[in-house]
C-alpha cells in the first residue's frame, strides 16, 4: 500500500501541468452556475412581450409578478412611449420544475411600479411605486388564497411620502424601506428610511415610522437585504446612484448596516476598497451570515450613455458624428447587464464571486425564492428593453460548505506535501538527520 502511495505521488508530481489544466476546467465547471429559462411573462392581446419596474414575489408556492412598464411602440430615443400596467401574473410551479401561468384577470387597484417589495409567510409586501403621472405612498399585502383559487390585496398604511425607486427588506417582524425619489418629475434622490412592524400588522394596527438615516450619499435603485451580523439580525444597504437637480450624477458603491437592537448605522464599506456594483439589481440572504446579489449595473456603460445625452441635449449642434454614433450604439447594442453572482458575508465582511449564470440578468425587477432555487421574474435587458423570461437559478445545499475547487486545492495540496516528504526522506539516513538535520543547521533552528 505504502508503495501505490509513492508511486501515484510521484505520477501528479511528474504530470503537474496536466493538472493545471484540470483545475482550470473544474474551476469553470464550478462557477457556471445551473441557470435556466423557465416561464415568460407574456401577454400578446396587450402587446406585453415584457416587463420592467414590476413588483415580483413568492407566497403559497405560487410566484406572482404585478404591475410594470414596457415600451410597445420602440425605445423612448425613438420617440417610444411607456406605459404602466396593473395586471397581476400568476404562475405556478409544474412537474419540470418550470412555472406555467394561472388563468385569471388579476388587477391592482392602480397601475404602478417602480415599487419596493418583500416576500413573506403572510404574503408580497408592495410599497410605494409610481404611476405614469405621480409617486405613490400606498401600500398592499398581495397573497394567494387558497379556498378561492385567487391573490387577495389588501390595503396598509401608505408610507410616510410618495417613494418610487426605493429598496426594501424584512429583518424579522419588521420591514425597512429606503431611499428612492418622492418626485417623479423632479427626480431627486433621497435619504428616506422608514420602518414598520408587520407583525402589528396582522391585527391592524400598522404604522410606518421614520428611521434615522445612512451616513451617506442619498440615493436612489439601491439594494438591500436583511441579514445577521453575528450578534444580531440587521438591515443592509448597498449601492444605488445619487441623482438630482444641480447635482452630478454619481453611482455609488458603499454600504452600510443598520442595527435595530441601537438604532445605529455602521459603514461597512466606502466604495473604495470594496466596491458594491449592484445598482438596480437583486440581493437575497443566505443561511445565517451570508447575501447573495444577482446582476446589477456597474454604471459604467450607464454613465458614458447618460453623460453622451446630456451633452448631445446640451448643444447638439457642436456634437461630432463620432460621439452620436457611439449614442446609439450603446442604445441599440447595449451589452446587457452583468451575469455575475457574488456573495457577501456579513461575519468577515468580504466579498467574493461566487458565480455567473448562462445569460444575462436583467436589473429593476426581483428576486423570489423556491426551496434552493431563486427565480428572476422578467426586467429591463438594456436601455428601453424589457424581458419576459423567468429565470430559474440554482444553487447548491450550502454555500458555506467546502466547494470542489477546495476541496481540489486542498488534495493538490496534500499530495505535493506527501511527494516532498518522499523526496526528502530519501536523504534521511537515521534519526539523528530526522531531528537534527544530520548536525548540519544550528541548535536553535533545530528545536
Not at 428572476?376 to 444553487?395: L, M, N, Q, V, Y
Request: charged share 20%.
Amino acid at each position: 500500500m505504502k508503495n501505490m502511495m509513492i508511486d501515484f505521488a510521484k505520477t501528479i508530481i511528474r504530470k503537474r501541468s496536466f493538472l493545471f489544466f484540470v483545475l482550470i476546467w473544474l474551476t469553470g465547471a464550478l462557477y457556471a452556475l445551473d441557470s435556466k429559462v423557465v416561464g415568460r411573462i407574456s401577454d400578446p392581446d396587450s402587446r406585453i412581450e415584457g416587463l420592467a419596474g414590476q413588483f415580483v414575489g413568492a407566497h403559497r408556492d405560487y410566484l406572482m409578478v404585478a404591475g410594470g412598464t414596457d415600451f410597445p411602440d420602440g425605445p423612448p430615443w425613438r420617440d417610444g412611449k411607456k406605459r404602466w400596467h396593473d395586471r397581476i401574473y400568476v404562475f405556478k410551479k409544474n412537474k419540470n420544475n418550470e412555472f406555467e401561468p394561472v388563468s385569471g384577470d388579476f388587477r391592482l387597484p392602480m397601475p404602478l411600479a417602480y415599487g419596493a417589495c418583500v416576500s413573506t409567510a403572510d404574503g408580497i409586501y408592495l410599497l410605494g411605486g409610481s404611476d405614469s403621472f405621480r409617486c405613490r405612498a400606498e401600500c398592499y399585502l398581495l397573497s394567494w388564497n387558497d379556498k378561492i383559487g385567487k391573490p387577495e390585496i389588501r390595503q396598509l398604511p401608505n408610507l410616510p411620502v410618495p417613494l418610487a425607486f426605493s429598496t426594501a427588506a424584512a429583518v424579522g417582524n419588521t420591514i425597512y424601506v429606503a431611499g428612492g425619489q418622492q418626485d417623479l418629475i423632479a427626480g431627486e434622490a433621497g435619504s428616506f428610511f422608514f420602518s414598520m412592524d408587520i407583525s402589528s400588522s396582522r391585527i391592524g394596527k400598522a404604522e410606518w415610522k421614520t428611521e434615522s438615516a445612512w451616513p451617506g450619499p442619498p440615493r436612489g435603485l439601491a439594494v438591500s437585504a436583511g441579514q445577521n451580523n453575528g450578534t444580531n439580525p440587521c438591515f443592509y444597504l448597498f449601492g444605488g446612484r445619487n441623482y438630482g437637480k444641480g447635482r452630478v450624477l454619481e453611482v455609488l458603491y458603499d454600504a452600510y448596516c443598520f442595527n435595530p437592537a441601537d438604532k445605529q448605522w455602521s459603514v461597512v464599506s466606502d466604495g473604495n476598497d470594496m466596491k458594491f456594483p449592484f445598482m438596480a439589481g437583486c440581493a437575497y440572504p443566505l443561511g445565517s451570515a451570508a447575501i447573495l446579489f444577482f446582476g446589477g449595473d456597474s454604471g459604467e456603460t450607464f454613465s458614458e450613455i447618460n453623460r453622451l445625452a446630456a451633452k448631445i441635449s446640451a448643444d447638439p449642434e457642436s456634437v461630432s458624428e463620432v460621439d452620436k454614433k457611439r449614442l446609439s450604439d450603446l442604445r441599440e447594442n447595449h451589452p446587457g447587464f452583468s451575469d455575475k453572482i457574488y456573495v457577501f458575508n456579513t461575519i468577515t465582511k468580504t466579498l467574493s464571486d461566487y458565480g455567473h449564470t448562462t445569460m444575462p440578468l436583467p436589473v429593476t425587477t426581483g428576486v423570489a425564492k423556491f426551496g434552493k432555487d431563486y427565480v428572476i421574474a422578467g426586467g429591463e435587458s438594456g436601455p428601453g428593453k424589457r424581458t419576459g423570461d423567468i429565470i430559474r437559478i440554482t444553487f447548491p445545499d450550502q454555500v458555506n460548505r467546502m466547494s470542489m475547487l477546495n476541496i481540489v486545492i486542498m488534495c493538490i495540496y496534500f499530495v505535493v506535501l506527501a511527494g516532498m516528504g518522499y523526496y526528502f526522506s530519501k536523504k534521511q539516513k537515521n534519526t539523528d538527520d530526522y531531528f537534527k538535520g544530520g548536525s548540519r543547521i544550528p541548535w536553535w533552528a533545530a528545536g
